[in-house]
């Protein structure tokens, strides 16, 4: 499965389509936009469009999901019950969804939002706004950052150190590469991973 | 990417390139090396292949097309990588020393914590790249286009970036020393510590 990255030039977020799956269909993460790329890229790659995954349901990430639903019947998975009066698949903290044999599990971020999911797929973290490299989103308070960067930390630990991690803003990273020079995230001024 | 993993028990790298272990773990790394790099020279275009570990010294690799190729933990010493296309590219925890990568389009790709030293990256595109925590010294960007690419937490020794597309460059912890920023549009990076100036 390939990791497609596409920038948003409305909001100058990133939007990633998968695909294919074993069943030849894609999925698309936080489209915060639905263009004529995106689309060559599904039909020139004669995939079919099954779901739409949203790390939160801001605009940045949900604005492409018309235009989506209007060619593609895709089922859309979120941390919420519906978006624009299309029902959700609502997951959670620590869940699992099986998708054309595509294994998602998310990591819930409630200290970032309580509509924040991470979602680990194929060996790859889509950390949506929460994380992005070198730097974690901003919080309500003192505190709250602190817990999600307690939470990030604990998450990130836990996962392959060569994991890649797709954010919503900025380049990719990987979880080594964040334990060991984040200035949030970092375990050790010096860790060697 | 291939998401192979080495067979060795205990070991969670990925498998280096027609192999079933990483490179550490090879029965015989020399001719697993080797073979890597008669692929690289032999190949114009590189896709979804894992290189991790390997040392390269003096190659000619000009042109040569990466996608979604892992680097990780690489010796580069005094290869020639200009016009080089690189997407989706993760070379984290490499040293690159002496190396051109001039007129090359780079996008999306990772360098974080590497140590690069004494590489000419001008008149490039960087678009979205990762270089938090590298250590970068007697380096060249000159003429590059760096947008939204970040240095966080980078240090940052005698590094040019003169004309340079700085727009959306996080520079944010990052020391910087000797570094030049003539003719670069300085004021749409971000400096995250208060006072500091490019």
Redesign the interface.
């Known amino acids: 499965m390939t990791v497609y990255v596409h920038s948003n030039p409305v909001f100058g977020t990133n939007s990633y389509l998968l695909g294919p799956t074993a069943t030849g269909s894609a999925i698309i993460i936080d489209p915060g936009s639905f263009d004529g790329t995106i689309l060559h890229r599904i039909e020139d790659n004669q995939m079919h469009l099954s779901a739409i995954l949203v790390t939160k349901p801001s605009s940045f990430h949900i604005s492409g999901i018309k235009t989506i639903r209007r060619i593609y019947d895709a089922q859309i998975i979120a941390p919420c019950r519906s978006l624009f009066s299309y029902p959700c698949t609502f997951i959670g903290d620590n869940s699992t969804v099986e998708l054309d044999g595509v294994r998602i599990e998310t990591i819930a971020m409630p200290d970032h939002s309580r509509e924040s999911v991470l979602y680990l797929i194929n060996g790859a973290l889509f950390s949506g706004e929460a994380l992005s490299a070198g730097m974690i989103d901003v919080s309500a308070s003192a505190y709250a950052r602190a817990l999600l960067i307690e939470t990030i930390r604990t998450s990130l630990v836990a996962l392959p150190p060569d994991t890649v991690i797709f954010s919503s803003f900025g380049p990719p990273t990987t979880v080594a590469v964040e334990l060991a020079s984040s200035p949030d995230c970092r375990l050790q001024p010096d860790a060697e991973l | ?1 291939n ?1 192979l993993r080495c067979e060795r028990d205990g070991c ?3 498998a280096f390139f027609r192999s079933h272990t990483c490179l550490e773990h090879s029965q015989d790394s020399t001719a697993a090396a080797t073979a890597a790099i008669d692929f690289l020279l032999q190949q114009s275009e590189l896709r979804d292949l894992c290189f991790d570990g390997l040392c390269m010294s003096g190659l000619q690799l000009s042109g040569r097309t990466f996608e ?1 190729c ?1 680097l ?1 933990h690489c010796a580069i010493e005094r290869c020639e990588l200009s016009r080089v296309k690189f997407n ?1 590219c ?1 070379l ?2 490499a040293r690159i020393s002496s190396c051109s990568f001039a007129h090359s389009d780079i996008r ?3 360098f ?2 590497s140590r690069l030293s004494s590489n000419d990256f001008s008149d490039c595109e960087l678009i ?3 270089f ?2 590298v250590s970068c010294t007697d380096t060249c960007f000159d003429d590059s286009d760096l947008l ?3 240095f ?2 980078a240090d940052l020794s005698r590094v040019g970036f003169r004309n340079c597309n700085v727009r ?1 460059v ?1 520079f ?2 990052t020391s910087l020393a000797s570094c030049d920023f003539r003719y670069s549009n300085i004021e749409d990076a971000y400096r995250q510590i208060p006072g500091r100036r490019l």
């Open positions: 990417m998401q969670s790298r990925m979604r892992s990780r989706l993760f984290e925890f999306r790709s990772v974080g914590v979205e790249c990762n938090n925590g939204s690419s970040r966080i937490a959306e996080h944010g912890n």
